[in-house]
């Protein structure tokens, strides 16, 4: 086929040439699901080019927490475009990240005090296990070289992220003997107020006994395993293994790249539990989702232990601290400061235990639950993707199951209408096309 560049194709065309050319996420190249034409999107809702609007319920993979098209993070990009939009990191450096670095730390526990930027969650993963195993080398333990997990967690699609990933619902099989095999746990038990049974801590307890020479650090999502299966777990579960990975000298990492930046209600979930890893991860919502952005923190005694005798951290992106993403960081952690996020998030936490309600009382529903701004509806079983996403699309909303899993993370500023529409979908789709078993 002859290469042309046409000036102007119709919608459909588009649409068509997306199919021959693109790849989605998780898609078939063969046999696709629907991918729908976006022309403009602005606060809750994403215009279509054929003109419909949706209410979104996603906030674009739960990182656009203002809203589309804010105003203040679109002043502070063009801004900063014409300053420059982008310098090497090695050797140079800039007010953005210097700012952003020093919000971060302001804004996390006290502990955490420095900063690497990276380019997306799954590479702050990567150099938050990188760092845990150089920080043990450095240390003169270079067999810690592996990590402990519970089960149901998802920190990324890379390889290290993917080794500590669920190994079921995880890519696992596929991928075996290319991925490191690591030491995995239950997961922990569900429901924020539930005590944890000590045998959970046993478990993991037994685990340190035996391996713990060889472990570097333990990885978990705290308070909420999001795209593993949606689950909430007791902050208490955290102190415990704190206690633990401090008594077999590991060291402890977050992945706040979903929990981040006030989705569960404080700023960070880490704040429900009364302790502080040594590294975290950051990305997600870190530019309220405008453009790829993440961070790895990490304690000074981590920071300095791999630097004393002369390391240096082997890491470097060449799009580091990029500049644009560190203003539209900026920009958005300005924002976020505004809101009393207790009050907000407790107020959309209400709106959506109301309007999913009713949901429970349907067969094909096996469990309703919400915490902070995240509202999920478990079926008794997996939908079908590619036929569901259009029943929501006719109903006016853009809501993405995956798995087992109706869920909503919807952007901050959306209304309590905007929430009951969402509701009414979520049960309308589920009454009318999803099979009772
Ligand atoms: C999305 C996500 C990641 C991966 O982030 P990417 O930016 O998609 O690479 C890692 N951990 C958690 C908890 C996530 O939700």
Not at 388 to 394: N, R, T
Request: charged share 15%; hydrophobic share 40%.
């Amino acid at each position: 086929m002859a290469f042309t560049m046409q000036d102007t194709l119709t919608q459909l065309e588009y649409i068509e040439l997306d199919k021959q050319r693109l790849w989605h996420p998780y898609t078939s190249m063969s046999a696709p699901t629907p991918h729908y034409l976006v022309e403009h999107a602005s606060e809750c809702e994403i215009t279509l080019a054929n003109g419909q609007t949706l209410i979104d319920g996603m906030s674009s993979w739960w990182s656009v927490i203002h809203g589309y098209n804010h105003p203040t993070i679109n002043a502070a990009l063009k801004s900063q475009i014409d300053d420059f939009s982008h310098v090497m990191f090695g050797g140079f450096t800039h007010k953005p990240a210097i700012d952003l670095a020093n919000k971060l730390v302001s804004m996390t526990p006290e502990p955490l005090q420095r900063v690497f930027f990276s380019d997306s969650g799954s590479v702050s993963v990567e150099v938050a296990l990188k760092m845990a195993i150089q920080y043990w080398h450095s240390q003169g333990q270079p067999n810690k070289q592996f990590f402990a997990t519970p089960k149901s967690g998802y920190h990324g699609d890379t390889f290290a992220a993917m080794s500590v990933c669920d190994p079921e619902n995880g890519m696992h099989n596929l991928f075996n003997g290319a991925v490191t095999e690591q030491y995995f746990v239950s997961p922990p038990p569900t429901g924020i107020e539930k005590p944890v049974k000590e045998e959970y801590i046993d478990e993991i307890r037994q685990l340190f006994i035996e391996k713990g020479q060889t472990i570097a650090g333990f990885i978990i999502e705290p308070v909420v395993q999001n795209a593993g299966g949606m689950r909430f777990y007791n902050p208490d579960y955290l102190n415990r293994i704190r206690a633990l990975c401090d008594e077999f000298n590991i060291l402890l990492i977050f992945d706040e790249i979903a929990t981040g930046f006030g989705r569960t209600g404080k700023l960070f979930a880490t704040n429900h539990s009364a302790i502080c890893p040594d590294i975290m991860c950051v990305g997600k919502a870190l530019t309220g989702g405008y453009i790829t952005l993440a961070a790895t923190l990490t304690t000074d005694k981590v920071a300095l232990g791999i630097s004393d005798k002369g390391g240096v951290f082997m890491h470097g992106p060449t799009f580091m601290g990029n500049p644009l993403a560190c203003a539209a960081a900026n920009a958005s952690l300005s924002l976020l400061a505004n809101y009393d996020l207790e009050k907000r998030i407790g107020q959309i936490e209400q709106w959506m235990t109301k309007a999913l309600a009713d949901c429970i009382e349907l067969e094909q529903v096996a469990d309703v639950r919400c915490f902070g701004a995240i509202g999920v509806v478990e079926l008794t079983s997996a939908v079908n993707q590619h036929e569901i996403q259009p029943k929501f699309v006719e109903q006016g909303v853009w809501v993405r199951p995956f798995g087992k899993l109706i869920y909503l993370m919807p952007p901050y500023i959306i209304s309590e209408s905007q929430i009951e529409t969402l509701g009414r979908a979520i049960y309308q789709v589920i009454r009318n096309e999803i099979p009772i078993n």
